[in-house]
């Protein structure tokens, strides 16, 4: 009972009261509606009403998000130019950096088109702030297969890409961070750098790292095993970051 006390209290402070009926509210109507049924839900830490689909990971990512407050451990970011979102699922994170953040453009990058389409349903109404992008980081130009995961568990919230192999009709193009930061030459640097690309971070962070990884000032990321912390703790070596956890993420704070 104390443990559930203790939850809900959070959750209130995070959401207000009104806010944490709607979001109970929420949970009711998804449990009984038909799997992917759009349903919608405001927050005070998001300037418009988000979609969540009923039957699908969507509701533990929102809760992630807004609830718990994943991100909290960029509080003390007082304003923000350009936000890279890599993984950016159906855009929640996008919604919430570019609320937090009223001067910040964000560039939204996923790679499942099912999670697409409700990513671009979620930004719409922040316009030209967002440009989002179906697609998979990777390393370099190429075509990618993405897991079947995805439909098997229905974890849209996990979805894996690698890439496609000879013979392989690719599911999804493949986009560099060194591409991304050419696109935008209105910004010098990145000011966050979001990282939640369920494993592939491996693949970034061991080739062709050059052109970007000297451009953030924050990097907020979900190391998925050993192999990941390793290529990522080893391509940043060399640069001036404090590095930090916050639970699952580990943050780099850039020391210039």
Known sequence: MRSRFTRYRHQIGALGVWGFLRYKSLCV??????????????????????????????????????????????DNVPDAGLIVDCGANVGYSAAYFMSRYPNARVIAIEPSQENFCILQKNIS????????????????????ILSDQELGDRQEWAVTVRAAGPGEEPSV?????????????????????????????????SNNTEAWIDKFDHLVIELHGN????????????????????????VFSSQI
């Open 227 to 250: 192999d990941c912390r390793q290529a990522v703790m080893s391509a940043t070596s060399h640069l001036e970051y404090e590095v930090s956890e916050c639970e699952e993420l580990t």
């Open 29 to 74: 109507r998804s449990r009984f509606a038909v799997p992917g049924t759009e349903l919608r839900v405001r927050t005070p830490l998001a300037l418009h009403p988000l979609i969540v689909r009923a039957g699908t990971s969507d509701i533990n990512s929102f809760k992630q998000i807004y609830l718990n407050r994943e991100y909290r451990c960029l």
């Open 125 to 144: 109404p922040y316009h030209e702030r967002c440009t989002a992008i179906n697609a998979g980081v990777w390393s370099s130009s190429e075509g990618l």
């Open 173 to 205: 193009q493949s986009v560099t961070l060194g591409s991304i930061c050419a696109t935008v030459p209105d910004f010098e640097r990145i000011s966050i750098l979001k990282i939640d690309i369920e494993g592939s971070e491996t693949e970034v962070f």
